[in-house]
């Protein structure tokens, strides 16, 4: 459901086997002729001698009170939901609403977005199978060679945007449930993944006069993560496992929510540079800035020595409230132009947490280049912007392979069993129930996930072992 200030709304219901391995979207286009035309008069026209548009010929703003968009949900690329004309810049609530029998299954998720857009939203609904990622590498590996022949037939903002955020979204479902198979195994415990969601979304920056935009410019990637549900049983009956597998897939997908963009974003010439609660709190470790543990025994201390913004003190203050304990830096860190703070919300009874981000969100942010060509040719098709972006389907397929099935059974063993090793080191930490001691050991927590790019580089799969020899004896 999207509903705005003016009470406009946009409501849809659907099953979750309608929504099964299918690309879903929410984006905005220009509500009429006119506003395409506004937006169209500040794209530079493609070169007459054919070649490409610089990155500094494109605008650097556009002005929001001149153009009106209308919301659309696409499921696979079809329309199925057309929303209200509202004027760009404008906040929406967009509302997720889950519903069915059994526990943890009704769930309200809801987001406060912009309108101007480009949402793509990523379900993992138990597993995400190598055939599935084996279709999206298929679709983007169709599209790049229908870019590299310059035919546009048939391409969208949808088939391009479109799929550059829905895949990055699964990519990062797809590794998250790697990693959590592991660490189950590796802890002997059975974990099953309930419905879950993440969005991956281009984002704006809104400059407004006194509540009414003015003009929107790039605001750069976000990956939120709202649900990601785990049922966890110990196979032996401990009652400690299920919440040291907790801990260590909060750290992990917190991880894989600033890594996996950085992965699928980067050229040599453009590295993307992402922050998410985990990276800001590392970041602020090696700057000096202390990181505090709070809860109901110190927070009338500590609180007031952060200085942060409102907005993220009142949710520390309401989670330790509720029981939970919170780790946090005293003071924001400013990286790659973002200003900002991370924080981990910790429920010390299950191991289960919310790692935020300072402006309520659940995941990371992504600075890069290719965002700000995406916000401002997202909202329409032109064979010029497409040419401009089409080179990020490149940066996907070269790094979906790690979901296709290329190893062998017998390098799969082994890249498990090396993992093994280094995961049961890191469980010692884990059992020590310490937040605070557990912020200290974040870098070499990272190193974990890193050796889940060997699944990358089958080709590169026996230098690696040869490396980590040591570990197999």
Avoid at 38 to 65: F, R
Avoid at 426 to 444: A, F, N, Q, T
């Amino acid at each position: 459901m999207l509903v705005n200030n003016f009470d406009y709304e946009m409501q849809i219901t659907k099953s979750l086997p309608e929504l099964a391995g299918k690309k879903k979207t929410l984006s905005y286009s220009p509500a009429t002729q006119a506003d395409e035309n506004v937006i169209n008069s500040y794209v530079p026209k493609p070169h007459a001698d054919g070649t490409p548009i610089q990155p500094n010929e494109l605008p650097s703003s556009l002005p929001a009170y001149l153009i009106n968009l209308k919301p659309e949900l696409r499921v696979d690329g079809v329309v199925v939901a057309t929303g209200t004309p509202i004027v760009m810049g404008n906040k929406e609530t967009f509302t997720m609403t889950f519903s069915g029998p059994g526990t943890n299954a009704n769930d309200v998720i809801i987001n406060d977005i912009t309108s101007g857009q480009y949402l793509g939203i990523g379900l993992d609904l138990g597993r995400i199978s190598p055939e599935q990622m084996t279709v999206i590498k298929t679709k983007l590996e169709a599209t790049k060679t229908k870019l590299q022949n310059q035919d546009f037939t048939n391409l969208t903002k949808d088939v391009i945007l479109g799929d550059l955020l829905y895949t990055t979204a699964m990519s990062y479902h797809a590794e998250l449930g790697v990693m959590n198979h592991v660490s189950a195994k590796t802890m002997g415990a059975a974990a099953i993944t309930l419905p879950s969601e993440t969005i991956f979304s281009s984002e704006l920056k809104v400059h407004s006069f006194f509540g009414t935009p003015l003009s929107v410019s790039p605001g750069g990637l976000a990956m939120d993560a709202d649900r990601l549900i785990s049922l966890v049983k110990a196979l032996d009956g401990d009652k400690e496992t299920p919440m040291q597998f907790m801990l260590y897939a909060g750290f992990i997908s917190s991880s894989l929510e600033h890594d996996v963009p950085e992965k699928l974003l980067s050229t040599p010439e453009n590295p993307a540079h992402g922050v998410s609660a985990v990276k800001a709190l590392e970041i602020a470790n090696d700057q000096g800035i202390p990181i505090y543990t709070i809860d109901t025994s110190n927070i009338t201390t500590i609180l007031p020595q952060l200085q942060l913004d409102g907005n993220t003190i009142a949710d520390i203050q309401n989670a330790v409230n509720a029981g939970k304990v919170v780790t946090v830096s005293k003071t924001d860190i400013a990286f790659n132009g973002w200003t900002g703070c991370g924080y981990i919300i910790i429920d010390p009874n299950t191991g289960a947490g919310a790692y935020m981000i300072s402006g309520g969100m659940n995941g990371a942010v992504i600075m890069t280049f290719i965002g700000a060509l995406m916000v401002i040719l997202g909202l329409f098709t032109l064979p010029a912007g497409i040419v401009l972006i089409a080179y990020g389907l490149g940066l996907l397929l070269a790094c979906l392979s790690i979901y296709i099935g290329e190893l062998t059974l017998q390098e799969k063993e082994d890249f498990l069993c090396a993992l093994k090793v280094v995961l049961n080191a890191e469980l010692v930490v884990i059992g020590l129930h310490s937040i605070h001691l557990l912020i200290h050991k974040i870098p070499k927590l990272i190193e974990i996930g890193i050796l889940i790019e060997i699944l990358n580089y089958a080709s590169k799969i026996k230098k690696t072992f040869d490396m980590i020899s040591c570990f197999k004896h």
